[in-house]
């Protein structure tokens, strides 16, 4: 494989081309001078483009001046001037991290290959230009097989986002002209910190209390000094964030000095230090805009898949037409590679998808042709806007469909192939010792053990739960629900895994008390336990494997009627016929069916129980494991006659009420579509369930205070941070509900849903993370705890976030009164003590609401000082 740049030959000769560039809220035609092939026509490459380098991933930033690219010093990747536009190249392996971060290195697999344009809020409509069109010539030269993104400052992609782990830094100024120069003369800057995982910071256009809220972080750079404002209702990365982007800029200009101080103790501030600080920001202006009327931090609103819509795209005539072709879900024969087609997505972003039989100038005009759908349907110019190819494919586009299969693909430079790491199953026996020490085999096989562990089972009954004797264990009714609880052994360490199955016909009322239960238990196990919904023919291979690979499922059940009281007891009816049929892997699952030939398949084998005698019918096309689960299973009811296909005779077809025709034909080999796992950050707060994609994740992503969703396709897994919103925690369950049923790709809600809370995490979940440290929260970090970290992101600096009075609040943060007056516990702050409400008040607040300051409100009698919390609402 060969990575690398063709250089220009002599003898070519340059033509002017005329291009039309569609740049948000404005349309223009401008010239400028493009490079062409006198004998082929094909542009030459930019010499800019020669540091690319040859058979290695790599990652490349270009910004535009004077109308050409110019390479990035690398001291300057992840910052981006609003008055300029930049072009980004990331080449790495597929599933491996990318950015300014990851050095190049020879690849050893299939390239994942994007190509970004950033066009900063001020930039001018011809460097805008130039970077559209240089985009386009970056991915003829490499190929075509590129992802091409359009960014737009303020409305990145979490996959650009995702390059710079330090986050990215928003400035002033350009190189166009007409715009105020990039020069090294100091300009005081206020700073809007804001992201948890990926911080952008963006310098704002005037320094005063009026552009700030108290529900985000912000640096003020006077140059000696450099503040750090922690708003009070900021969360506790965007204050480390902000600390170490100090610290950054205190490494810029040397010898200045960093000062942390919370919303509300300005006033304590040293002298000099409040001098010059209120220089910028007097303390008798003060009026911050309140968190809850801020802009609310960008996340992905999931839309309804049968809102996502395709279009068509042809020019055969000359005029480009977009015709509607259907409303979602997708499906991946829905493409033709003759043709362009515009996936709209919406609110989520634009995809324009290139057939490999498209003609070139389809290919070369798709991410032009995707803006003027914009402007047509009104969308708003930050619409995310990526345009990918036939058989190039990244997984946030694959996921819109709900059939994607992957084809045979190249593993050259101009071509993405895509990555079957994820296997939903095994086909071969492992040493399930090593599932612990090697979390990637549990990931892969979705087995935390071999399934030898004890285990328990009950019933749901009348709202309930009734043991299962021992030997009914792996017999399940449809109509009925079940809990396993599961243990099982590492090293010393007892695990717990608490599955509840929910049988196809079971009720409302039985799958809720089956979801309760399993809280209670895993209450009872002190939440050490993993919780599992399992749904009836979605069972992952290691409940299966529990049972020893031979799962039985009758019809009927206590919502049922059955023929007799004997028989309820029984769990059985005296006559049934079971489908015996090899599942995914190692295992084989026996499922009742309706009693007549006619149900009868070729490539299974099927139990006939009568009272009198059992029958094992092997079809032609039945494995040898599905003969020996039959024969197994039937050598526990009695008497047992072997029958093969085309060798029945007449008692056999009198069992089954006579002969019919069945289905006779040689099953398909089902073919299972593979997709990368994706993690999504989920959250309801607003009312509006909404989930975050987290690009490139790794065990960090996973925060305290959040919940998350990991999606394998065929299991979901929701983490539960410790510090999470307990009204999320209570939620969890109905917001992954919410997510499956959100899904593009239309995917059923009976999907496996696997409940984590942090500190319990299986290896089939770690596996998914690369390198996972088991004490990487171990910490527990108070807010105490916090300070002390923004001391250390920032050596030197003075914080000052504490309470100045000696009342023993020190470590506490402060809150509105408004906050503190709320009546329910639960809805309170976590540190907040419900019962001294008035110790989070900042000493102003205080002052204002009791009237004296803190020392005098000790010296005041207890029943005094309760009429007075009463009073101002917070007894």
Same mark, same amino acid.
């Given at each position: 494989?060969?990575?690398?740049?063709?250089?220009?030959?002599?003898?070519?000769?340059?033509?002017?081309?005329?291009?039309?560039?569609?740049?948000?809220?404005?349309?223009?035609?401008?010239?400028?001078?493009?490079?062409?092939? &006198?004998?082929?026509?094909?542009?030459?490459?930019?010499?800019?483009?020669?540091?690319?380098?040859?058979?290695?991933?790599?990652?490349?930033?270009?910004?535009?001046?004077?109308?050409?690219?110019?390479?990035?010093?690398?001291?300057?990747?992840?910052?981006?001037?609003?008055?300029?536009?930049?072009?980004?190249?990331?080449?790495?392996?597929?599933?491996?991290?990318?950015?300014?971060?990851?050095?190049?290195?020879?690849?050893?697999?299939?390239?994942?290959?994007?190509?970004?344009?950033?066009?900063?809020?001020?930039?001018?409509?011809?460097?805008?230009?130039?970077?559209?069109?240089?985009?386009?010539?970056?991915?003829?030269?490499?190929?075509?097989?590129?992802?091409?993104?359009?960014?737009?400052?303020?409305?990145?992609?979490?996959?650009?986002?995702?390059?710079?782990?330090?986050?990215?830094?928003?400035?002033?100024?350009?190189?166009?002209?007409?715009?105020?120069?990039?020069?090294?003369?100091?300009?005081?800057?206020?700073?809007?910190?804001?992201?948890?995982?990926?911080?952008?910071?963006?310098?704002?256009?005037?320094?005063?209390?009026?552009?700030?809220?108290?529900?985000?972080?912000?640096?003020?750079?006077?140059?000696?000094?450099?503040?750090?404002?922690?708003?009070?209702?900021?969360?506790?990365?965007?204050?480390?964030?902000?600390?170490?982007?100090?610290? #950054?800029?205190?490494?810029?200009?040397?010898?200045?000095?960093?000062?942390?101080?919370?919303?509300?103790?300005?006033? &304590?501030?040293?002298?000099?230090?409040?001098?010059?600080?209120?220089?910028?920001?007097?303390?008798?202006?003060?009026?911050?805009?309140p968190a809850s009327e801020a802009p609310k931090d960008?996340?992905?609103?999931?839309?309804?898949?049968?809102?996502?819509?395709?279009?068509?795209?042809?020019?055969?005539?000359?005029?480009?037409?977009?015709?509607?072709?259907?409303?979602?879900?997708?499906?991946?024969?829905?493409?033709?590679?003759?043709?362009?087609?515009?996936?709209?997505?919406?609110?989520?972003?634009?995809?324009?998808?290139?057939?490999?039989?498209?003609?070139?100038?389809?290919?070369?005009?798709?991410?032009?042709?995707?803006?003027?759908?914009?402007?047509?349907?009104?969308?708003?110019?930050?619409?995310?806007?990526?345009?990918?190819?036939?058989?190039?494919?990244?997984?946030?586009?694959?996921?819109?469909?709900?059939?994607?299969?992957?084809?045979?693909?190249?593993?050259?430079?101009?071509?993405?192939?895509?990555?079957?790491?994820?296997?939903?199953?095994?086909?071969?026996?492992?040493?399930?010792?090593?599932?612990?020490?090697?979390?990637?085999?549990?990931?892969?096989?979705?087995?935390?053990?071999?399934?030898?562990?004890?285990?328990?089972?009950?019933?749901?009954?009348?709202?309930?739960?009734?043991? %299962?004797?021992?030997?009914?264990?792996?017999?399940? /009714?449809?109509?009925?629900?079940?809990?396993?609880?599961?243990?099982?052994?590492?090293?010393?360490?007892?695990?717990?895994?608490?599955?509840?199955?929910?049988?196809?016909?079971?009720?409302?009322?039985?799958?809720?008390?089956?979801?309760?239960?399993?809280?209670?238990?895993?209450?009872?196990?002190?939440?050490?336990?993993?919780?599992?919904?399992?749904?009836?023919?979605?069972?992952?291979?290691?409940?299966?494997?529990?049972?020893?690979?031979?799962?039985?499922?009758?019809?009927?059940?206590?919502?049922?009627?059955?023929?007799?009281?004997?028989?309820?007891?029984?769990?059985?009816?005296?006559?049934?016929?079971?489908?015996?049929?090899?599942?995914?892997?190692?295992?084989?699952?026996? %499922?009742?069916?309706?009693?007549?030939?006619? !149900?009868?398949?070729?490539?299974?084998?099927?139990?006939?129980?009568?009272?009198?005698?059992?029958?094992?019918? !092997?079809?032609?096309?039945?494995?040898?494991?599905?003969?020996?689960?039959?024969?197994?299973?039937?050598?526990?009811?009695?008497? #047992?006659?072997?029958?093969?296909?085309?060798?029945?005779?007449?008692?056999?077809?009198?069992?089954?009420?006579?002969?019919?025709?069945?289905?006779?034909?040689?099953?398909?080999?089902e073919e299972i579509p593979t997709h990368l796992p994706?993690?999504?950050?989920?959250?309801? &707060? #607003?009312?509006? /369930?909404?989930?975050?994609?987290?690009?490139?994740?790794?065990?960090?992503?996973?925060?305290?205070?959040?919940?998350?969703?990991?999606?394998?396709?065929?299991?979901?897994?929701?983490?539960?941070?410790?510090?999470?919103?307990?009204?999320?925690?209570?939620?969890?369950?109905?917001?992954?509900?919410?997510?499956?049923?959100?899904?593009?790709?239309?995917?059923?809600?009976?999907?496996?849903?696997?409940?984590?809370?942090?500190?319990?995490?299986?290896?089939?979940?770690?596996?998914? /993370?690369?390198?996972?440290?088991?004490?990487?929260?171990?910490?527990?970090?108070?807010?105490?705890?916090? !300070?002390?970290?923004?001391?250390?992101?920032?050596?030197?600096?003075?914080?000052?976030?504490?309470?100045?009075?000696?009342?023993?609040?020190?470590?506490?943060?402060?809150?509105?009164?408004?906050?503190?007056?709320?009546?329910?516990?639960?809805?309170?702050?976590?540190?907040?003590?419900?019962?001294?409400?008035?110790?989070?008040?900042?000493?102003?607040?205080?002052?204002?609401? /009791?009237?004296?300051?803190?020392n005098e409100f000790e010296s005041i009698p207890q029943?005094?000082?309760?009429?007075?919390?009463?009073?101002?609402?917070?007894?």
């Open positions: 494989m060969t990575v690398g740049v063709q250089h220009e030959q002599p003898g070519e000769r340059r033509m002017r081309s005329k291009m039309l560039c569609v740049y948000p809220e404005r349309k223009i035609t401008y010239s400028f001078l493009q490079y062409y092939d &006198a004998g082929m026509g094909n542009p030459v490459q930019d010499p800019a483009f020669n540091v690319i380098p040859k058979n290695s991933t790599c990652f490349i930033i270009w910004r535009v001046e004077e109308l050409e690219l110019v390479p990035l010093k690398r001291d300057d990747y992840g910052k981006f001037h609003q008055g300029d536009s930049y072009v980004i190249l990331s080449v790495s392996e597929v599933d491996k991290p990318a950015g300014m971060d990851d050095l190049p290195h020879p690849p050893r697999g299939p390239l994942d290959i994007h190509i970004h344009f950033w066009l900063g809020s001020q930039t001018s409509t011809d460097e805008a230009g130039v970077a559209a069109i240089k985009t386009v010539e970056l991915d003829n030269m490499l190929g075509g097989g590129p992802v091409q993104h359009r960014e737009t400052e303020g409305w990145e992609s979490k996959r650009m986002l995702s390059y710079f782990k330090n986050g990215i830094r928003v400035l002033h100024g350009g190189v166009a002209s007409g715009l105020t120069h990039v020069t090294d003369d100091f300009q005081p800057s206020l700073y809007h910190v804001k992201g948890k995982r990926t911080t952008v910071v963006k310098q704002l256009h005037k320094i005063c209390w009026t552009v700030m809220n108290d529900g985000d972080v912000y640096v003020l750079d006077t140059k000696n000094i450099i503040y750090v404002w922690t708003g009070r209702n900021s969360n506790n990365m965007e204050k480390l964030q902000g600390a170490k982007f100090a610290s #950054t800029l205190k490494q810029e200009h040397g010898g200045s000095q960093v000062v942390v101080v919370e919303d509300g103790l300005e006033s &304590a501030l040293q002298d000099m230090e409040r001098t010059i600080f209120e220089k910028f920001l007097p303390l008798n202006n003060k009026q911050v805009i960008e996340a992905v609103v999931r839309r309804m898949c049968q809102e996502m819509k395709l279009y068509r795209c042809c020019d055969e005539s000359g005029t480009l037409k977009v015709i509607e072709v259907k409303n979602g879900p997708l499906s991946q024969s829905d493409l033709d590679s003759k043709d362009s087609f515009i996936v709209d997505n919406g609110q989520d972003g634009i995809w324009v998808w290139v057939g490999k039989k498209a003609t070139r100038k389809e290919r070369e005009e798709a991410l032009r042709n995707a803006q003027g759908f914009l402007t047509k349907k009104g969308y708003p110019p930050s619409t995310q806007v990526s345009r990918v190819v036939d058989n190039g494919e990244p997984p946030e586009f694959k996921t819109l469909f709900k059939d994607w299969r992957d084809k045979e693909q190249s593993k050259a430079f101009g071509r993405q192939a895509s990555s079957t790491k994820i296997a939903t199953t095994v086909q071969t026996k492992f040493d399930a010792s090593s599932l612990h020490s090697k979390p990637e085999l549990a990931a892969k096989t979705q087995m935390v053990d071999d399934g030898s562990g004890q285990k328990e089972v009950w019933r749901v009954n009348n709202f309930e739960l009734e043991a %299962v004797p021992e030997e009914q264990y792996g017999e399940f /009714f449809m109509g009925d629900c079940y809990i396993v609880l599961y243990a099982y052994l590492h090293g010393s360490t007892e695990h717990y895994i608490l599955y509840y199955w929910i049988g196809n016909d079971a009720s409302q009322d039985e799958a809720g008390t089956a979801a309760l239960k399993a809280v209670e238990l895993d209450d009872k196990l002190h939440g050490r336990a993993v919780q599992v919904r399992v749904v009836q023919e979605k069972e992952p291979p290691h409940f299966m494997a529990i049972f020893g690979g031979q799962m039985v499922v009758f019809e009927g059940g206590y919502a049922s009627s059955f023929d007799g009281a004997g028989a309820r007891n029984e769990g059985r009816k005296s006559s049934y016929m079971l489908q015996v049929r090899a599942t995914a892997g190692l295992y084989t699952k026996a %499922v009742e069916v309706d009693m007549r030939a006619g !149900c009868l398949n070729s490539n299974d084998c099927f139990i006939v129980t009568t009272p009198l005698l059992t029958y094992v019918w !092997c079809g032609k096309g039945s494995t040898g494991d599905e003969r020996e689960m039959a024969k197994t299973l039937s050598s526990k009811r009695g008497e #047992t006659v072997i029958v093969s296909e085309g060798h029945e005779k007449e008692d056999f077809w009198k069992a089954l009420g006579g002969k019919e025709a069945y289905a006779s034909s040689a099953r398909l080999r994706r993690l999504f950050h989920c959250s309801n &707060a #607003t009312g509006v /369930f909404k989930a975050e994609e987290v690009i490139n994740f790794s065990q960090a992503d996973l925060l305290e205070d959040d919940l998350m969703l990991l999606d394998t396709w065929d299991t979901i897994f929701i983490w539960i941070g410790q510090k999470s919103n307990k009204e999320e925690q209570r939620a969890a369950d109905s917001m992954t509900i919410e997510y499956l049923r959100t899904d593009p790709a239309g995917r059923g809600k009976d999907t496996t849903i696997i409940k984590i809370k942090q500190g319990f995490e299986p290896p089939n979940f770690t596996g998914f /993370f690369g390198i996972w440290d088991n004490d990487l929260w171990n910490d527990n970090m108070t807010y105490a705890d916090i !300070c002390e970290r923004l001391e250390e992101a920032c050596p030197g600096a003075t914080v000052l976030v504490t309470s100045s009075s000696s009342s023993g609040t020190s470590g506490r943060r402060t809150y509105p009164l408004a906050t503190l007056r709320e009546k329910d516990p639960e809805k309170l702050p976590p540190e907040v003590d419900p019962v001294h409400k008035e110790d989070f008040l900042s000493d102003g607040d205080f002052k204002t609401v /009791f009237g004296v300051d803190r029943w005094k000082k309760n009429n007075l919390k009463k009073k101002a609402g917070l007894f």
